[in-house]
């Protein structure tokens, strides 16, 4: 059998772990609100229309930022649409998803919603049909307290104290030709950075977002970031990494795709630091990755795109795939990837939560369910806390087509040291063999110990939990041997692993 080792040291310090690290996103999108979060006709249904099963859900996974209204939804948005009396309300086209918007979920009912599940409200502005000044009145109508026509108009609308939104996002994706309103690198940079310091204006505490690539294989990845920044660096406080993977045949490359996003954060991060000493700067631009996770892009561009121009359905199936377990590995690799530069990455959104790309499943009238790589998140959140470290991982490697040798296993910690607890979170990316995991706890000092591991695999690694069989797949717990000063774990083929300790003190 191989072995891989890691040593588990308090000392090899990343950095903090930003709680904003575990966000997510809801956009109007598909089935995501209508028929996801809000489905009043549901037997769970609470007097605000939400499904209760969906709420206790979302908090199982333990997500702190939601990103909200979009995504390419928010780049044709009219924020004033959905406020105010709702059978008022327009019903509008969204050209991004070729459906309807109804608006009866808007900013009030979304920040109700938040406030049940207890995550933070993070706001996307419109800058691809609008500018400055449709953000302007956002923010004012969302975050003053009282005194001017739109703060007013909120407190007419049903809401006396402001939303205080924290952290907004500058547009979306700008960089892609896909985008409503999609612009050069110069002409974004510019808009983001007049917007971004007249919203500073009115709230120099506000944390903002530019757009970064949408990926980094968009042809303008790289130099994207440098301009953009050079426009606005010394306005945002974040610039954003998108990322989304799939197995499109070559598995090998796929296991691999922390790889690729480690390379992805390394470059902008290297970018950001540039525009920061070019300008001799003394703020450091942090990254938001707000929006990455597993989606079979390739499925919804040859089957589920909606056209026609007298087709504009209402909360249309969309963007709704099923997770296996070799999905759920790779996803859990890419928490790995996050946590390793926690650093840098100080907020990231899992797009997205419910129904649409999404950890968490609903039936209209029936059950809400957890999707594989619900497991690989909730138990992250919910352990990976403190400070994140580094576990000096030794491992084999195997060779890939488009990433070249990529290590067998990878792992990061974490310490929360108010607990006195340690986590390591791994993954082996054998598609056929075991591996031995070998801990060396010896710097954690003569304390006793508890540990515990649980890991998701299974002997088919194309199993999932379906509507029909809701509970195929799960985490299991996995046996840990002492040895000496080191914790001893085999680890099945294509397996994510979690392992607590706790030292007691
Ligand atoms: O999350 C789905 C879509 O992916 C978002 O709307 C967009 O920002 C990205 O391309």
Redesign the pocket.
């Known amino acids: 059998m191989r072995t891989a080792h890691l040593t588990l040291r308090p000392d090899a310090t990343i950095g903090p772990i930003n709680p904003r690290i575990y966000g997510s996103f809801v956009?109007h999108?598909g089935r995501a609100v209508y028929d996801g979060i809000y489905e009043p006709g549901h037997p769970t249904a609470d007097c605000d229309g939400f499904r209760t099963d969906v709420i206790e859900l979302v908090k199982e996974l333990g997500v702190s930022a939601i990103r909200y209204p979009?995504?390419?939804?928010v780049s044709g948005f009219r924020w004033e649409d959905s406020v105010g009396p709702r059978e008022s309300r327009p019903r509008r086209l969204d050209l991004a998803w070729h459906s309807t918007e109804t608006n009866e979920i808007g900013l009030h009912e979304f920040s109700t919603w938040l406030e049940k599940v207890g995550s933070e409200l993070m706001l996307a502005v419109n800058l691809g049909t609008r500018g400055t000044a449709e953000a302007l009145e956002l923010l004012e109508y969302a975050n003053l307290r009282a005194g001017s026509a739109l703060a007013d108009q909120r407190i007419a609308d049903g809401r006396t104290t402001p939303f205080d939104v924290r952290m907004w996002c500058l547009g979306?994706?700008m960089d892609?030709p896909w985008q409503i309103g999609h612009r050069s690198a110069d002409d974004y940079g510019k808009l983001a950075a007049r917007t971004g310091r007249a919203m500073k204006q009115f709230d120099p505490g506000l944390e903002l977002v530019a757009c970064g690539s949408?990926s980094s294989a968009m042809p303008t990845f790289g130099e994207w970031e440098r301009v953009v920044l050079t426009h606005a660096y010394d306005v945002v406080d974040y610039i954003s990494c998108?990322a989304y993977y799939e197995d499109t045949g070559d598995r090998a490359t796929f296991l691999a795709s922390g790889v690729d996003m480690d390379r992805f954060i390394r470059t902008v991060v290297a970018t950001a630091d540039h525009v920061k000493d070019v300008r001799g700067s003394q703020r450091t631009v942090n990254i938001s990755f707000d929006?990455w996770n597993i989606w079979y892009n390739t499925r919804f561009e040859n089957v589920d795109r909606i056209e026609g121009v007298d087709n504009w359905p209402r909360a249309p199936r969309l963007?709704e795939d099923v997770y296996t377990v070799t999905d759920a590995v790779v996803f859990g690799s890419l928490l790995i990837t996050l946590l390793r530069h926690a650093d840098r990455v100080t907020s990231a959104s899992l797009?997205?939560l419910v129904n649409v790309?999404a950890p968490i499943m609903t039936e209209p009238g029936g059950p809400a369910w957890r999707q594989t790589t619900f497991f690989p998140f909730a138990a992250t959140s919910a352990h990976a806390r403190g400070t994140a470290l580094d576990v000096a991982v030794r491992t084999d490697t195997y060779p890939t087509a488009t990433l070249g040798d990529v290590p067998l296993v990878d792992a990061v910690g974490s310490h929360d040291e108010a607990a006195g607890t340690y986590s390591v979170h791994a993954v082996n990316r054998s598609t056929d063999e075991q591996v031995q995991l070998r801990i060396d706890v010896s710097a954690l000092g003569p304390h006793p110990m508890t540990v515990q591991a649980r890991v998701l695999a299974d002997p088919d690694p194309s199993a999932a939990n379906t509507l029909a069989d809701p509970d195929r797949v799960g985490l299991r717990a996995l046996a840990v041997v002492r040895d000496g000063d080191e914790l001893v774990i085999t680890l099945p083929p294509i397996a994510w692993v979690q392992v607590l300790v706790e030292t007691g003190r």
């Open positions: 956009e999108l979009g995504g390419n939804f979306n994706e892609g949408s998108h929006e963007l797009a997205q790309i």
